[in-house]
């Protein structure tokens, strides 16, 4: 299978879209990428989702480690109430 990435991967650095490799994940989940052609990494962003869904992607696996939104709000650099409402969302998607 050839792995393709959008043109929304594209380099931040460069715009290259030819020489993007996955480089890992960051600590909170979120997909590194590493141009092949500036050599450097960079976190993707606001890509395929919206911000919100985005984050609340990231934000429901945190919770299923056990983190409480406090917890979260500290490891995402996020105000505690916008967690709160991400996570509020989340429990008004489960129904
Ligand atoms: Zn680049």
Redo the contacts with the bound molecule.
């Keep these: 299978m050839k792995i393709t990435y959008s043109k929304n991967t594209a ?6 879209t030819e ?1 993007i490799r996955k480089h890992g994940k960051s600590k909170i989940g979120i997909q590194r990428f590493w ?1 092949l ?4 990494t960079y976190q993707r962003n606001y890509v395929y989702k919206t911000y919100d869904s985005y984050m609340q992607a990231i934000i429901k696996n945190l919770l299923s480690k056990g983190l409480k939104s406090d917890g979260i709000a500290k490891a995402l650099a996020l105000p505690s109430g916008r967690v709160d409402k991400i996570i509020f969302s989340l429990d008004l998607n489960k129904k």
């Design positions: 380099c931040q650095f460069c715009g290259s020489s141009c052609s500036c050599n450097k």
